[in-house]
């Protein structure tokens, strides 16, 4: 016979309808906030794994055009964005009397990027930035571009490392020479004086002060920057010696060479007898230039 139990009615006589169903084991503490935790842990992983995917995904570049608008709105005022010919030009211009271009910073529409520094190609700049051959995400490219800026700004402030990556520019822009040896000589000695002219200008004591260029001070000790300048160039100098060893294109001349590092070890020379021996309180490099050096490598 079977029996029927009606809403509010317990099966069993003096015990209620909870009391007769079958209990299962109660989950101790631990377990149960160990199972929280790791509930909460999964949880919180997926989140972040949907949101760096989120972010991949917002800085895949589509297209060129996609790269443009991304980079032109959060550009900064250092550089003059151009778009032409299917590319976006990045200049920056340096503002003088006649403005030049000192760094240019081209991505064509295969997303290849051509890096010029001073009107020659590289993909190094200083000791720590490296240009990529190719521009693979916005946030990269950004990047890359905020480096050249804030490197930019320590090379005019801070003559320590003005000088050492003045030395590896020039490496690096050496290695990029024409093939042709006698272009070989032109760019070389062209740049030479570009370079030494940070010295050869130091003619009043107080130029670097005012122009806030410490390479164009007084030499006052053997370990200025301005000395340091001269001893790295040295160095460098007897590296490219060398190459003349080693490569048929793209190295000095014996006479180019040993004239350039005669001046340089000529100065150096001379500002240690006058500040040792002689006890001279300063020394401008300007002044101590011959005419024929002068014709040769700049007044």
């Not at 160990?34 to 570049?61: C, G, M, N, P, Y």
């Not at 443009?68 to 778009?83: G, M, R």
């Not at 320590?154 to 990556?165: Q, R, V």
């Not at 020379?269 to 401008?284: D, F, G, K, P, Q």
């Amino acid at each position: 016979m079977k029996t029927c139990v009606k809403n509010g009615f317990a099966l069993y006589r003096g015990k209620t309808s909870y009391q007769q169903r079958t209990r299962g084991a109660r989950e101790a503490p631990e377990a149960k906030r160990l199972h929280l935790e790791s509930s909460a842990l999964q949880k919180a992983l997926q989140q972040s794994a949907d949101t760096f995917q989120q972010e991949v995904e917002e800085d895949r570049i589509q297209s060129l055009k996609d790269l443009e608008d991304y980079v032109i709105c959060n550009l900064s005022a250092f550089w003059h964005a151009i778009e032409a010919n299917e590319r976006l030009i990045l200049l920056h211009i340096v503002d003088e009397d006649a403005p030049s271009i000192k760094y240019s910073f081209t991505i064509k529409p295969d997303l290849s990027i051509v890096f010029h520094y001073l009107k020659a190609p590289t993909h190094k700049l200083g000791r720590n930035i490296s240009i990529p051959d190719v521009a693979s995400a916005k946030r990269e490219v950004m990047e890359v571009l905020e480096a050249i800026e804030k490197w930019d700004r320590d090379l005019i402030w801070t003559a320590t490392t003005s000088k050492k990556d003045t030395v590896e520019i020039v490496r690096a822009l050496f290695a990029k020479l024409c093939k042709k040896q006698e272009e070989d000589d032109v760019h070389t000695v062209m740049f030479s004086i570009e370079q030494l002219n940070l010295l050869s200008e130091k003619k009043t004591p107080c130029k670097g002060k005012r122009l806030r260029d410490e390479l164009q001070s007084p030499v006052s000790a053997l370990d200025d920057p301005q000395a340091d300048f001269l001893y790295n160039l040295l160095d460098w100098l007897d590296e490219w010696k060398n190459r003349t060893a080693q490569y048929d294109s793209g190295k000095l001349t014996k006479e180019t060479l040993a004239a350039l590092h005669q001046t340089t070890h000529g100065l150096v020379e001379i500002a240690r007898y006058c500040l040792t021996e002689l006890n001279m309180l300063y020394v401008l490099f300007g002044k101590i230039q011959t005419d024929s050096l002068e014709d040769r490598f700049g007044k």
